[in-house]
Every structure is written in C-alpha cells, then in structure tokens.
C-alpha cells in the first residue's frame, strides 16, 4: 500500500508540474497549431505516466485522468474551446478542469427541464449511502462466489464495476466542488433508469467522457463530412468516430493495467454500440416510429449492454485475472482502514 501510495504520488507531481507549464507558459502563445506543439510533450508524458503505477485502481484512475480526460482537453486548450475560454483566473481551476471529471453546474433551460433531457441535481444522500453498502455487501458476497453459477457472478461483477466507478468520481466531485467552493454536475445520472441506446450514452452514462468526446471527435468529425453526406449521415459519422475513439481509449486503459497487447474485443463493443445508436436514432428520425412504453425500451437497452458487456467488454479483464486484482486491492484498503482504525497508538 505505502509503495503504490509514493508510486500515485510520483505520477501526480510530474502531472502537475506539466500542467502549470501548460498553464504559464502554453497559454501565452496563440492558439492554433503553434500552442498545440507545445503542448504535444505533455500529453506525450500523460500517456506515459500510467505505466508507472502497477495498482489496478491507481492505474485505472490516472489513465482516465491524464491519458484520456487531460489529453483530450489540452487539444481544446490548444485552440481556445472547451472549459479553457476563457482562461481559468486560477491555476488550481486551470488543473482541476483539465484533468478532472468536472464540471460546473449550469442552470437548465426550460426546454430541457420541459422534456426531462438533463438533470443535473446532486445525487440524494440516501442513495449514495444504498450504493456505498452494496458496494460492501458485494465485496462479502465475492467470498462465496465460488458456490455461484457463472451468469451470477458476471452479474456482480457488472454491478461492481459500475457501482465503483461511480461512487470514485462522486468523490472526487465532491472534494473538488468543497476547494473550488462551485457546484459540480454529477458525472452519472442513475444509467440504470436509460429508457434506450441514446439515453444511456450521451444523457446517463459517465457524462464528462461524453461532453469531452462530443467536442473533440464527434462535432469536429461531423461538421468534416456536412459538405460530403446527407446532414443524417454527417451524424452518424460523429457518432460511429465517437464510439471508435472511446472503444481505443478503453483499450489503452486496458492495456495499462494488464500490459498485455489488446486483443480489439472492447473496441468492438463500442463499435457494435455506435452501430446499434446510430440506427436507433435513423429509426426515431422515420415517420412511421411509434415509441414503446419506456418500461420496454429501456429492459431492452438494459439487457444489450449487459449481454454485450459480457460477450465483448468483460473478457479482457477475466482472462488476466483483473478483477481477482481489483478486489483483493479493494479488500486490502478494508484491512488497512480497520488496523488504522482500531489498533490503539
């Protein structure tokens, strides 16, 4: 534990000593492709910082952080767009923004409170508290796992993962919104009430990747081929550039903490899910589309991604034993926690 603590800690001041070099010094050159070269060594070392860490979490959360959030939002930084125009007044905004699943809240428009589109209200107490405890209650349950048919543990697995994720960046979220004295929009608005493919990808599910692949990938991908296709194929480009990316960003994640080459499997799961997005929205766009009820819709996204999750996403990471890793890390902070809690000075 103290090892991979001095090991984050290494990695987290190169990164910000990167970022304030991008800060005082790459913020004074003029956007455009000069500010972009400058920037380029930085997100260089971004990708390479992560394979200094060897904890699975440590690693997973730093590859997000830096590799894919800071990456992806140097490139806005380099010509003005995103949370960089204008310039944070702060440097500690300027860090927090670059690399951090973070964004102001905004108020909603009437149009988006009117069609129930956005919400952005802070997750209530008591069901970060329910997904806290079955988060604990999962770790329990894995004691027994090997009494447990197959599809039920894959099931748990599933649960853990989301549930891990989430309530990670809620709390970084939450100890970012407290220094920055700013309310923070949650990064997960309860994906498991999606009412299909579109809800859950750009309104539900991690929804600061989203915001950062729609700037970067799919308006810039979609405005390239407005002049080559139909308006409607101009989206379905961005879309299907969108889930390509994300699916290669995956794979490099995963690759830091197997450090194996990738075997392409979550690349596809993207892929399948951009295709399958992309011809949902051609289908609402028709004039013969009736809407199921959303109870129907929505089991029947729920269960694609699930299914899909386990032929496709899963694989990788049962084959190299990373969620055997993840627990026992889990198990391990538990322990830690106990004997610093209770052993007496």
Known sequence: MEENLRNLI????????????????????????????????????????????????????????????ANFRLILFAFDQGPFCPLPPKLSRFICFACLPIKIRQTPSPDAIKN????????????????????GVLLHVYEYRDGLPRFVVLALYCLHLYLEVELVLVFVGAVVSTLLGCDIEPVFNEPYLATSLQDFWSRRWNLMVSAVLRSTVHIPVQRFFKHLLHPDGATFAGVMASFFVSGVMHELIFFYMIRQPPTWEVTCFFVLHGAATATEIAVKRTHWWRPPHRAVSGLAALTFVSLTGVWLFLPQILRNNVHERAIGECLSVID???RKLFTSP
């Open 116 to 135: 129930l589109r956005c919400n952005n209200e802070p997750m209530p107490k008591w069901v970060l508290a329910v997904k806290f405890l079955a988060l």
């Open 10 to 69: 290494e990695v987290w001041i190169y990164a910000l000593i990167s970022l304030s070099y991008c800060y005082f010094i790459s913020s004074k050159i003029s956007k455009g492709v000069l500010r972009l070269l400058s920037i380029l060594p930085m997100c260089i070392m971004f990708l390479l910082l992560p394979l200094l860490l060897s904890c699975v979490h440590f690693c997973a959360i730093s590859a997000l952080f830096l590799s894919w959030l």
């Open 336 to 338: 830690f926690a106990k």
